[in-house]
Nanobody, 127 residues
Framework: QLQLVESGGGLVQPGGSLRLSCAAS????????IGWFRQAPGKEREGVSC????????KYADSVKGRFTISRDNAKNTVYLQMNMLKPEDAAVYYC????????????????????WGQGTQVTVSS
């Protein structure tokens, strides 16, 4: 069974940090670009970041540039999202997704491009 499982969410104070993990089971992430998306209540799903299969290409939403870092460890079949200097507006359910069809050295932050999705992990930023 192909599955993506996110973890690492939780409650953090503004200015704090969290590291989200996206672990794959049943398939190898080597063949997929990976994206992180988030959705807050009443808002549309937003592309946060993505990383290519080649690792050399990453992309970030303007709202998280300089604060979030995406990385992947293919040996562990896991992708990470390091989130620093968190703000209340970062609060959302965060999802990871895998994109099989994109070129080796690219990724796209468009949800429609992704083939498999995790169930999400909640991030709450509040004092």
């Amino acid at each position: 069974q192909l599955q993506l499982v996110e973890s690492g969410g939780g409650l953090v104070q503004p200015g704090g940090s969290l590291r989200l993990s996206c672990a794959a089971s049943g398939f190898s992430l080597d063949y997929y670009a990976i994206g992180w998306f988030r959705q807050a209540p009443g808002k549309e799903r937003e592309g946060v970041s993505c990383i290519s299969r080649s690792v050399s290409f990453t992309k970030y939403a303007d709202s998280v540039k300089g604060r979030f870092t995406i990385s992947r460890d293919n040996a562990k079949n896991t992708v990470y999202l390091q989130m620093n200097m968190l703000k209340p507006e970062d609060a959302a359910v965060y999802y990871c997704a895998a994109d099989l069809g994109v070129e080796f050295s690219l990724c796209v932050p468009e949800a429609s491009s992704y083939d498999y999705w995790g169930q999400g992990t909640q991030v709450t930023v509040s004092s």
